[in-house]
């Protein structure tokens, strides 16, 4: 395991515990989540380190992964992923510029199919090899792995997304440097990030499927996102809800805390999160950040 001595966002080195979480998708083991005392920032501390992180996501469970599943749940994460889709080629055609698209994180390539469809250049970036093959087989893309990004000479883009992606980022800063850098000077940057102050985060708390350590390595909130971005020379222009997640979100952590299904809990819970987050500073269980490089914000 690899403990951090500092704080990812703001560098400072005093954290308390935020809370002890099981991993219930996978390994069943504990981990900790601290919070730093300075900036607010919650990460998972101590956590695998890079070369280890590989194990906490071999399952067949893991859907993001496996477009095949025919079980219930499966479909209705298909079914909520097809809506979503269009939703976020609306966001992105509404608040970028230029046709050229890099998706990091793409999974199983839907997105970045669905924009080449619509005239977009695509590239899309996984790291899971068998969800890299299924997008270029099945949809016809190009899909790289994560090494792409750190290759020398690469050009700039005009959008550059990150569905679910930068919480499971082992080296955030640098991460968040190389961003800049592949952005071209009036580009756009779009991060999808499950909310730790939701709702139906606080309602479930560490049994909060969006926690999902040891996958997620940090836990974001609408302050933390936009110091972390400020930091990395990025102003943040937009923030827009993403409502299905709380349903979703909702369903696997009834599950994890009950361990049983209800579908009926779930979906008023889900219910009960965006409305609690129309009341409470848009606080929904996941939030999509829309960014751009500071000197070409105003």
């Not at 993001?64 to 499966?74: G, M, T």
């Not at 509404?94 to 590239?123: F, M, Q, W």
């Not at 790289?144 to 955030?172: C, N, R």
């Amino acid at each position: 395991m690899e403990s951090l001595s500092t704080c990812p966002v703001c560098g400072q080195s005093d954290f308390r515990q935020f809370l002890n979480v099981t991993d219930h998708f996978l390994s069943m083991e504990q981990f900790v989540v601290v919070q730093c005392v300075d900036c607010g920032f919650r990460f998972t501390n101590p956590r695998p380190e890079k070369p280890d992180i590989g194990k906490y996501y071999e399952s067949t469970e893991y859907i993001a992964h496996n477009a095949r599943k025919r079980d219930l749940l499966s479909y209705i994460y298909r079914g909520i992923r097809s809506i979503s889709v269009r939703t976020k080629y609306r966001l992105i055609k509404k608040y970028s510029h230029g046709r050229e698209l890099i998706d990091i994180g793409c999974g199983t390539g839907e997105l970045p199919a669905y924009c080449a469809k619509n005239g977009y250049k695509v590239t899309g970036i996984e790291p899971n090899e068998a969800a890299r093959h299924y997008a270029t087989e099945f949809h016809g893309i190009e899909v790289y792995p994560e090494s792409y990004l750190d290759a020398p000479g690469k050009k700039q883009f005009d959008v550059i997304t990150m569905w679910h992606v930068l919480e499971h980022v082992h080296d955030l800063g640098t991460r968040m440097e190389r961003i800049r850098e592949l952005m071209k000077p009036e580009g756009t940057l779009i991060v999808a990030l499950p909310n730790n102050d939701s709702w139906d985060s606080v309602k479930y708390r560490e049994f909060w499927a969006a926690l999902d350590v040891p996958r997620h390595l940090y836990h974001f909130t609408q302050a933390t996102v936009k110091l972390l971005g400020e930091k990395h020379g990025f102003h943040l222009v937009k923030i827009v809800p993403l409502k299905f997640d709380a349903f979703y979100i909702s369903l696997i952590s009834e599950k994890y805390k009950t361990k049983k299904q209800n579908y009926f809990r779930a979906f008023l819970n889900g219910i009960k999160s965006n409305k609690s987050a129309r009341r409470n500073k848009g606080n929904y269980s996941s939030l999509i950040y829309l960014f751009k490089i500071a000197n070409e914000a105003k």
